[in-house]
């Protein structure tokens, strides 16, 4: 709390993991309100104290190792393996909110200090940051095997019981893999699952315990995950007619099975794959519709209005499905959406119940992740040309030097619920505002939570 | 009875059928009575069981003697019968004699109402009945329920159009399509009361005319009508109050699908903001989400050869049954009470959890 009128920082942008200062209460009132330089001034200067400060902490922090103690002392022991953060820059203000991107390459330095992170999650972790597993399925089903090797491998410490020390143990691995990479909704519920059945162990034995929460595990993913896209390229298959133009944005798991079943059915139709920068991921998309032997046509981002008049139908797919009926997808996929909506085609946007939130969201950006701003600028020894001459590709790849430039890599948008036809769900087809019922109804085992 | 042996001969074709009664002039049970659209006699299935063929003649005897059910109610009633006169000893053996008691009586008609009635009623009444001591309990419970949903349809008319009371009020006109029984008991209902009048615009509802069949019924009950043609209803539109329709079927998203030209209604109330108000009860609500209006089930396509002769090589496309989306509807009046079109998808998800 602020015992000095100096101490109204409005936010200390490093400290993110603890969650927000609060903003200082009302200035002792002799004090003269300061300027906003003078302000700025003094954040630069305490800023710079603290990370001075930080650079004598931290040994004596790794020192102290509480075993199963408070989360507090973990969360300094993870953030002190990962390496200070970068020097602040000047934030976009709009997105200030955000966990800032960092630069991958400290965090395979300095891990390894520290025995309390599993090699599982260890390695997922690392997985995670360097993009090699990506897609919400993807992740929250690795996610998921990772704690199961977690759970097995782990021991109660004597005078402490499973069902409490379980869920303290896991907590510095979560903040880990979000270190590495912001964890998307459906991890975060497939998370608040298992927890919830962490406290449903009480009454049982170690051994009993374990079996029973890998058993618990295997039926999320097998029902949950598996069973339902099964199910949701059922449905989707249901719904492609001989003769369609199915346009599909990025790489969804998901669509890929919709598309590969509506295939096996003998259905002919042909898709187009939208893709865009900086990920590309349209490409393996790509890749593996030929393979199975799809007609495929391949457009970039910027062709999507003239594609959009041979399309029939839109597939899309989603990380998450917020209660107010919005889908969170790849950045893009809202663009695509209002494009075919425009036209009055039939928009399906294919997830899963497990990924739907309690979060009710109207815009990209109260909750996003920010990705490298690097990967969005063209690299310095790329091919040049009159409108996009050498010199200004080295000029704004130095952005980090420079305060005034801001390069921003959002991963995630929001599509409003006015664009989406339906929803393919492992519970049927349902139209998206109908998301709070499948909450209510379906997920009383993933308590609600805002994350 | 010679009915009997009319409708369960398996092998008869439905032409000949039909030339036989036509030379015979026998009338037909189900042909004869004025039915909403979509009754037809098709081919008895080759597969039909003691139990099946008594909930057949129970629902052909119910169509027959009273014209004014429903065949959605019909088959309720029939399907409540099979479950009485079940010997099946387990709830997968139950499940299986309703479905099949279902598919011989979708044989009768092709009316959405009947196949959404009847699967409903089967969830309905197999839902709760889980864990119970013995299965003679357990049948009890399902017979139980089968009364409960039967109650609740055969009240379903009444309780709509006691909803839908307040939304006619003095001086208004309303504007309805073609003949609906639905929208006839809610109209006629409010005609009843003291305190209001209103009038009533019929479109003549082509090709089957049977908005000349609604005229007659509304004038007999002392409500001012007037005809048009289906397409002077944008012309008329700045002097109606609202529109209102029934529902061969209610669809996941809230729209529904009716006799041909509502969607135009729809549109043409839209463009004027004029509520669209539909009248429809619950077991009509379908688990179907068409994506336009070429994803409708096949029952609903073809209404036959139009009236005046055309040269030859000239296509005909007269649907029967077009869709409206749940944008342009503004509520629905159901027994389960005054819904939104989101609303409809929310009823149908707790039913079906």
Redesign the interface.
């Known amino acids: 709390m602020a015992e000095s009128g100096e101490q109204k920082v409005p936010k200390d942008v490093e400290d993110h993991k603890g969650g927000k200062d609060k903003k200082g209460a009302k200035d002792i009132p002799a004090k003269k309100p300061k300027t906003k330089a003078e302000r700025r001034a003094l954040q630069e200067a305490q800023r710079a104290a603290k990370a001075a400060a930080q650079g004598q902490k931290m040994p004596a922090v790794s020192q102290q190792r509480p075993k199963g103690g408070k989360s507090r002392g973990h969360e300094a022991v993870v953030s002190s393996a990962l390496g200070s953060k970068a020097t602040a820059r000047s934030q976009l203000n709009l997105f200030s909110h955000l966990d800032q991107y960092e630069k991958g390459s400290s965090l395979s330095l300095s891990i390894g200090v520290t025995s309390d992170i599993h090699p599982a999650v260890h390695r997922l972790g690392l997985k995670y940051a360097n993009g090699s597993i990506v897609g919400s399925n993807a992740r929250a089903v690795a996610l998921m095997h990772a704690l199961k090797h977690v759970i097995q491998d782990y021991k109660t410490p004597p005078q402490k019981s499973l069902d409490r020390d379980l869920e303290i143990s896991i907590r510095p691995l979560i903040a880990f893999l979000k270190r590495c990479r912001p964890i998307a909704i459906g991890m975060g519920n497939a998370i608040n699952y298992l927890k919830y059945h962490i406290t449903r162990t009480a009454e049982k034995s170690e051994v009993e315990a374990k079996a029973y929460l890998c058993e618990q595990i295997d039926t999320f993913l097998a029902g949950r995950v598996h069973a339902a896209d099964k199910l949701i390229a059922d449905q989707g298959a249901s ?1 492609i007619n001989d003769g369609d133009v199915v346009l599909t944005f990025a790489c969804s798991h998901v669509v890929k099975m919709v598309l590969n079943a509506a295939y096996e059915e003998g259905k002919k139709f042909r898709v187009v794959v939208v893709d865009s920068r900086p990920r590309n991921e349209g490409v393996r998309m790509l890749a593996d519709l030929v393979e199975i032997g799809m007609e495929c046509t391949y457009v970039a981002y910027h062709a999507v209005s003239y594609i959009m008049k041979e399309v029939t ?1 839109v597939f899309l797919g989603a990380s998450a499905l917020l209660a107010n009926g919005a889908v969170v997808s790849r950045n893009g996929t809202a663009g695509v959406a209002m494009m075919a909506s425009s036209r009055n085609l ?1 928009v ?1 946007v294919c997830c899963e119940t497990y990924k739907f939130c309690d979060r009710a969201q109207l815009d990209s950006i109260c909750f996003n992740e920010l990705g490298n701003p690097a990967e969005l600028l063209p690299r310095a020894g790329e091919r040049s040309s009159a409108a996009c001459p050498a010199e200004s590709i080295e000029y704004v790849a130095g952005f980090a030097d420079k305060p005034t430039l801001n390069v921003l890599n959002l991963t995630y948008d929001l599509t409003p619920i006015q664009f989406v ?2 929803v393919l769900t492992d ?5 998206p ?2 998301v709070p ?2 909450l209510r ?2 997920n009383r085992e993933l308590p609600m939570s805002v994350s | 009875r010679t009915m009997s042996v009319e409708v369960y001969s398996g092998t008869i074709t439905h032409g000949r059928q039909d030339a036989e009664r036509a030379a015979s002039k026998i009338p037909h049970p189900l042909y004869d009575a004025p039915r909403p659209l979509g009754m037809h006699v098709g081919a008895a299935p080759l597969l039909c069981t003691a139990l099946t063929l008594l909930c057949a003649v129970q629902f052909v005897e119910l169509v027959k003697n009273d014209r004014h059910m429903p065949v959605a109610v019909a088959a309720v009633r029939a399907l409540t019968e099979v479950l009485k006169s079940s010997s099946a000893t387990t709830m997968m053996g139950v499940q299986q004699e309703l479905h099949d008691a279902s598919v011989q009586l979708q044989s009768y008609s092709s009316a959405i109402s009947l196949q959404s009635g009847c699967k409903l009623f089967t969830r309905f009444v197999t839902r709760t009945a889980k864990e119970s001591v013995s299965f003679e309990e357990c049948k009890k419970q399902l017979i139980d329920r089968g009364e409960q949903f039967m109650q609740r349809t055969a009240t379903s008319r009444q309780k709509i159009s006691s909803l839908a009371d307040p939304f006619i009020s003095d001086g208004h006109t309303v504007l309805v399509h073609g003949f609906s029984r639905g929208v006839t008991s809610v109209l006629v209902h409010a005609a009843a009361s003291e305190q209001k009048r209103f009038s009533v615009l019929v479109t003549e509802s082509r090709p089957d005319n049977s908005g000349y069949d609604m005229v007659t019924e509304l004038h007999k009950h002392g409500i001012p009508t007037t005809l048009i043609m289906d397409s002077a209803a944008a012309h008329l539109m700045q002097k109606i109050d609202f529109v209102l329709v029934g529902a061969e079927a209610v669809v996941e998203n809230g729209g529904i699908i009716n006799k041909i030209g509502t969607f135009q209604l729809a549109i043409a109330a839209k463009a004027f903001s004029r509520p669209l108000y539909v009248a429809a009860e619950c077991y009509k609500f379908a688990r179907v989400y068409p994506l336009d209006q070429f994803d409708l089930p096949e029952a609903t396509r073809n209404g036959g050869p139009l009236s005046l002769p055309i040269p030859d090589g000239v296509k005909v496309v007269n649907p029967k049954c077009d869709y409206t989306p749940p944008a342009y509807i503004t509520l629905l009046i159901t027994d389960l009470g005054v819904l939104t079109p989101s609303a409809v998808s929310d009823e149908l998800i707790k039913l079906y959890n």
């Open positions: 719904k139908k039939p399906l036809t339906a519970v049927g087809i349902i139209p505002t109908s019922v499948v109804e379906y």
